[in-house]
Every structure is written in structure tokens, then in C-alpha cells.
């Protein structure tokens, strides 16, 4: 072996110089010593005659150096990690292309991605909402699945097409990228140490109170007797308007004829599919159609009077309830048949 002995570390540049002109195969590397003078070339040739059986780790080093000093120097950015890979597929071998590949571009970033599973979606949201459409696409594909959902959902809702198709057309992530994604990620692991973990608490307390069996209803009143402010709070979550996604046709008919048709037409203006598809399946088909049609003449709405009218709708649902003249699903219980 011509390098007996030598790590990668010790190679000197002119070494560097051979390993590389190897791998690029003979015509690119006769490209490359035509613009070499006498001197250079009879060195890095000499060394080139005398190399064989080349550590990959030799390889490995070389090729990173030279692609560290081409960005610098040239300003350009270099090559997507498809076209090295069919290069160096040639002149290395898939399996040496590889492994060089996954150095240079390395996976470190995807553990510490995976880090940020522990972070909130919402708080995530918050700051990728900050960065450049491309750089969100390529934060999302590296994140897990779930949790890109999850963030997604919380980012404003008339980018999120575009979004979701910046991320399908993802193929080459050049290393430039990469890097400000590592960089990125560090940033918010760094933050995200400093964060308290978010409770909805009153969410749970509603959800716990709707499972419970019996008067749920003399609870609420003892709860209110020692915090009114905080029994509103889990009252009003208790009949979310996303509840009505969750009866029966027969129990939405009961409350449809009760509810005037002007808030129906507020109320699911922008609701989720659930609802409105409950609600307006519930419906006669001309009625529906005729409530459909008005909501899109109708243009944009403020939203205080969107939610105010389904306020309206779920306190008339709790008068009845109360009343005993309704009942209703709180919470999405399992069936069988």
C-alpha cells in the first residue's frame, strides 16, 4: 500500500489531491491535470501512481475537503445529493458513494429532530411560521410525521396547500440547506429547554366531566360555588360546538328546529367538515342546499360573530339539556354491533 499506516487525518494535500482526481474517473481527471503546471502535476501524478487499496475513510476525508474549499472559493453552492451520488456511484462504487455521501451530508439532524417531539406543536408553529417557505418544507420532511401534522395545523391556514406541496416536491436537499437546518433545529432545542410544557387544563376537566356517569350537571354547580369563573370556563368547553359532529340525525333535528335559521347561517360559516356535514345532513336537502348557498353569497365574516353565534346556538343546547327536553353525546363514545 502506498499510504501505510496514514489516517485520514494525516494525509497531506497533495494526497487529498490524488484520492480525489481518482474519483472523478479518467476523463474529468485528465481534464483537471491539463490546467496543472509541470511541477504540480509530476507531484500529484507520483502519488497517484503509488496509491492503492485506499482506506474509505482516506476517500471520505478527501472528498469533504475539496467540497468544503469549492463553496468557499467559488461562491457556488454546489452539487444536489442525487448528482454526487451518481458520480461517485461511477467512479467509487455504490457502496464507497455512500458512505461518503452520508458524511458529507451526514443524518445528525434527524436525532435532533426527533428531540423536538417533546416540544409543542403550537409553540414550533410559532417560530417556523418565521421562516422562509423552504426552509419550512424541509423542516417539516425531517420532522416526524405526527408531529409535522400536528405543526401544520397550527400554521395560518391560506398557506397550507402551498406548503404541504413545497414538501412533495422535496427530492435534493443540498448541504447548504442542511447545515441551516442543523443550525435552526440547535436554535430551538436550545429554546425549547427553557419552555414550560402547555396544560389545557380546563379542556381536561371538561372531557373528564363529560365521562363521568350521572347528574353532571350538580358537579358543575358544586365546582361553581368555589370558582365561578373557572366552572364557566369548563361548562362552556363541555359544549364545544364541535359536539353537534357527534349526534345522532335525530338529536340534530331537535336542536335545528329549535335554533333560529340566521345563526345556523353564522354558525357554520368556516366550521370544521364535521359539523357542517352533521348539521347540514340532518337537514332537508332543499334546506341545506339553501343554507349552503347563502354562506357563500354571504362573503367573509368577522369571526367575533361567528363564535358568538355558536355560543348562542350551545347555550339554547345546554337550556335544553337542562330542561329535559334534549340529550346529547358530550364526548365520542365507542360502539359496537
Known amino acids: ?62 472528498l469533504q475537503h475539496f467540497f468544503d474549499d469549492y463553496r468557499e472559493q467559488s461562491g457556488v453552492h454546489g452539487a444536489s445529493r442525487s448528482f454526487l451520488q451518481r458520480s461517485l456511484g461511477l467512479a467509487l462504487g455504490g457502496d464507497i458513494a455512500g458512505s461518503v455521501l452520508d458524511s458529507i451530508y451526514g443524518d445528525e439532524v434527524r436525532p435532533k429532530m426527533a428531540r423536538l417531539q417533546w416540544a409543542s406543536p403550537a409553540w414550533l408553529a410559532e417560530r417556523l411560521a418565521q421562516e422562509h417557505p423552504r426552509m419550512q418544507a424541509v423542516f417539516l420532511a425531517f420532522l416526524p410525521p405526527k408531529l409535522a401534522g400536528d405543526v401544520i395545523e397550527y400554521l395560518p391556514a ?61 358537579l358543575v354547580e358544586q365546582l361553581r360555588a368555589r370558582d365561578p369563573e373557572i366552572a364557566s370556563a369548563i361548562e362552556t368547553e363541555m359544549y364545544d360546538f364541535f359536539v353537534l359532529s357527534t349526534q345522532s340525525e335525530a338529536t340534530l333535528t331537535q336542536i335545528i328546529e329549535a335554533v333560529p335559521a340566521e345563526l345556523w347561517a353564522l354558525a357554520l360559516k368556516g366550521a370544521e ?65
Do not use: H
Not at 173 to 185: G, I, K, P, S
Not at 291 to 311: C, H, Y
Open 273 to 337: 367538515l364535521a359539523v357542517r356535514k352533521a348539521v347540514l345532513g340532518a337537514m332537508p336537502r332543499r334546506q341545506a342546499q339553501s343554507f349552503e348557498d347563502q354562506m357563500r353569497r354571504s362573503g367573509p365574516v368577522p369571526l367575533s360573530r361567528v363564535e358568538q353565534a355558536r355560543r348562542e346556538i350551545m347555550d339554547l343546547v345546554k337550556a335544553m339539556v337542562d330542561a329535559g327536553e334534549l340529550e346529547i353525546q358530550l364526548f365520542a363514545e365507542a360502539v359496537v354491533e
Open 1 to 62: 500500500m502506498a499510504l501505510p499506516g496514514k489516517s485520514a487525518e494525516e494525509l497531506n494535500l497533495i494526497e487529498q489531491a490524488a484520492i480525489v482526481l481518482l474519483s472523478m474517473g479518467e476523463e474529468p481527471a485528465a481534464g483537471v491535470l491539463r490546467c496543472l503546471e509541470r511541477e504540480d502535476l509530476l507531484a500529484v501524478t507520483q502519488v497517484m501512481s503509488r496509491l492503492s487499496g485506499i482506506r474509505v475513510d482516506s476517500v471520505r476525508q478527501s
Open 158 to 218: 391560506s398557506g397550507r396547500e402551498a406548503l404541504v406541496l413545497n414538501v412533495a416536491r422535496l427530492k435534493d436537499v443540498d448541504r447548504d440547506l442542511l447545515v441551516q437546518l442543523e443550525v435552526l433545529t440547535d436554535q430551538y432545542l436550545s429554546e425549547f429547554g427553557t419552555q414550560s410544557v402547555a396544560m389545557e387544563g380546563v379542556k381536561q376537566a371538561a372531557e373528564i366531566l363529560n365521562r363521568i356517569p350521572g347528574n353532571k350537571q350538580e
